[in-house]
Antibody, heavy 120, light 109 residues
Framework: QVQLQESGPGLVKPSQTLSLTCTVS??????????WSWIRQHPGKGLEWIGY???????YYNPSLKSRVSISVDTSKNQFSLKLSSVTAADTAVYYC????????????WGQGTMVTVSS | QTVVTQEPSFSVSPGGTVTLTCGLS?????????PSWYQQTPGQAPRTLIY???TRSSGVPDRFSGSFLGNKAALTITGAQADDESDYYC?????????FGGGTKLTVL
């Protein structure tokens, strides 16, 4: 069973770049079938899709974040990553990595989430 | 940008039936949007309940069902239990990505 685990700094300074990594275990990131995704949740608010990437390299981003977001895949490490530039306090949130199934049309797999606070 | 609409809150009595909906700010939800539903309790990651409109994820009790109600996707909980008190989110697939609904806070009382 495929499992996901987020990792990265819990505190980022304003204007810097937020960088998170999601490690995939129990399966190969390049086996296909999933769009490797990032989702976030502001404190007390709803879920927001950030973007996803197919292992082949095709990426899709939320238009509201597109200018600041980059998602990449490292098949050698079985990981995928999120970079969000020029962060502000409004980017403080719990960040989840997930796998969106190409066949199911749903987020079949979720990481446990990691809290990132933007503060000086 | 397309907005996915959900009722902000709903309440149901224990043992009762409730239907939550997922609509579009413009247009109708159809199978081509692959509606999916998720349950989230505080401090936890979401749990996938329903995908492709009406297919239950592994381990999801059959009191949860998905369907269409008019021009919206719908999640029905039949025989609500206390531990169904959660936030429920729908997701719709668009060709440029996906969009989450704002979520429905379900109270069981």
């Amino acid at each position: 069973q495929v499992q996901l685990q987020e990792s990265g700094p819990g505190l980022v300074k304003p204007s810097q770049t937020l960088s998170l990594t999601c490690t995939v275990s129990g399966g190969s990131i390049s086996s296909g079938g999933y769009y490797w995704s990032w989702i976030r949740q502001h404190p007390g608010k709803g879920l927001e899709w950030i973007g996803y990437m197919y292992y082949s390299g095709r990426t899709y981003y939320n238009p509201s974040l597109k200018s600041r977001v980059s998602i990449s895949v490292d098949t050698s490490k079985n990981q995928f990553s999120l970079k969000l530039s020029s962060v502000t306090a409004a980017d403080t949130a719990v960040y989840y990595c997930g796998g969106y199934g190409g066949n199911s049309g749903a987020f079949d797999i979720w990481g446990q989430g990691t809290m990132v606070t933007v503060s000086s | 940008q397309t907005v996915v609409t959900q009722e902000p809150s709903f309440s149901v009595s224990p043992g009762g039936t409730v239907t939550l909906t997922c609509g579009l700010s413009s247009g109708s939800v159809s199978t081509s949007y692959y509606p999916s539903w998720y349950q989230q309790t505080p401090g936890q990651a979401p749990r996938t309940l329903i995908y492709s409109t009406n297919t239950r994820s592994s381990g999801v009790p059959d009191r949860f069902s998905g369907s269409f109600l008019g021009n919206k996707a719908a999640l029905t909980i039949t025989g609500a239990q206390a531990d169904d008190e959660s936030d429920y989110y729908c997701v719709l697939y668009m060709h440029s990505g996906v969009v989450f609904g704002g979520g429905t806070k379900l109270t069981v009382l």
